[in-house]
């Protein structure tokens, strides 16, 4: 799930601005950020004066970009990955490195399918708020209006929800919830007990009180939908949110079913510690907050529909976009996150991280997909490695580096 603050081996599996089980993403899904000091620096060109903040996309910046992608590879021992960055009238970078099956070397390439772990977020909030672009729901209602048996179920909103302000306990990070994940990642989770898992904890925090990444926030926003549309939540966010955004590749799984062709993925988050490829485990366990597939090409043209509120009326889009200090020098709205004036989300799911994010400054799409969600050095995404090495080239006044977050759990990340 998208980018994931990973804490202990309990709180592994937060998805985060990346999901990945041990983060659905279920932790911050910002995925955890890279200090500047652990980035890889990478040679900044000098942009013409009709470039702007983003360059031409010549031979000589793509040679750029592709040293700084392989020393990132080299860096944090990336199996495979696959980049996209293009700007209006700038050109495009589209090319895949390393391979997306270690045992067959079969190449990575643009056209395969991978988990994007919280990445589902932006989905699954874009749902809400067309829901509240229809009347059938309001930003500030509390969530016992909908759903009973939730801790400050009364005072609780599903503008915190989204926001990540609740005060309600991340399911991902209960060590019951990684043993059992972890154990046996074949098992088929329900929403019930996710939550079950987070409720048996105490509340963190008096709603709105701070920012904290918790995947049970969107458990319950999946479980809204539901409630108010009387349809399952995959089928409702594949008709009014899938389509209409022109995405032909992008699948709400109920089962652990990968579409073909798509890159095996490798994660350390297992019971024996030891490296394993999570291509076939359960994703239900993310959910509404991490189980989407997806792949490169539906995942640009998600980024700009996220940005700038295709699906959504202007007002609404507003609120989104309305971001509150989450980290050091990035913001969370609503399903959303802004770092350095980049929006979009991240995502990370056992096996699998994934960033898209979009800048309206320059019209600049940038996504990165990879086959590993195996922190660097214990505590950094790769993939925010691979934003932080790619914005010091092109977009050096923005460049992505987003900070470590300070709590998580199994990713399905920020």
Request: one cysteine or more.
């Amino acid at each position: 799930m998208t980018t994931r603050w990973r804490g202990t081996a309990a709180t592994a599996l937060a998805m985060g601005l990346v999901l990945t089980p041990l983060s659905a993403s279920a932790g911050y899904a910002w995925d955890r950020a890279a200090p500047a000091s652990a980035a890889v620096a990478a040679p900044t060109p000098t942009p013409t004066p009709a470039s702007g903040d983003f360059p031409v996309l010549t031979p000589a910046v793509a040679q750029q970009l592709d040293d700084a992608v392989r020393k990132v590879m080299r860096q944090a021992s990336v199996p495979g990955v696959s980049v996209h960055l293009s700007a209006p009238g700038k050109g495009t970078y589209e090319k895949s490195f390393g391979v997306a099956d270690k045992q067959t070397g079969r190449p990575m390439t643009p056209d395969l399918y991978v988990r994007i772990g919280s990445e589902t977020k932006t989905f699954t909030v874009t749902a809400v708020l067309e829901l509240v672009d229809e009347g059938k729901i309001g930003l500030d209602d509390p969530i016992g209006k909908y759903i009973d048996g939730v801790p400050n179920g009364d005072r609780i909103t599903l503008r915190e929800l989204a926001g990540m302000r609740s005060g309600l306990f991340n399911y991902s990070a209960d060590p019951g919830f990684y043993k059992a994940l972890t154990t046996d990642p074949d098992r088929p989770f329900t929403p019930q007990e996710l939550l079950d898992y987070s409720f048996k904890h105490p509340v963190l925090f008096e709603p709105d009180a701070k920012f904290y990444y918790c995947n049970t926030n969107l458990i319950l926003l999946g479980l809204v939908v539901e409630k108010i549309t009387g349809e399952p939540l995959h089928e409702y966010i594949a008709r009014e949110v899938i389509e209409p955004a022109g995405l032909h590749h992008t699948v709400f799984p109920t089962d652990a079913a990968f579409p073909s062709p798509h890159a095996q993925g490798y994660t350390n988050q297992t019971a024996s510690g030891k490296v394993e490829d999570a291509a076939d485990w359960n994703p239900s366990w993310g959910w509404a907050a991490g189980a989407i597939i997806s792949r490169l090409d539906d995942l640009k043209t998600w980024a700009k529909v996220v940005a700038t509120g295709t699906l959504l009326t202007p007002a609404t889009q507003a609120q989104r976009l309305k971001v509150k200090e989450a980290l050091p020098g990035a913001g969370y709205g609503l399903g959303i996150f802004n770092v350095q004036g980049w929006i979009g989300h991240n995502g990370s799911l056992p096996g699998y991280e994934t960033l898209t994010v979009y800048l309206p400054e320059s019209q600049a799409t940038m996504v990165v997909v990879l086959n590993t969600d195996i922190l660097y050095q214990g505590s950094i995404e790769p993939s925010t490695l691979f934003g932080q090495a790619i914005t010091e080239i092109v977009t050096p006044e923005h460049v992505y580096n987003l900070p470590k977050p300070v709590t998580g759990t199994p990713s399905a990340t920020p």
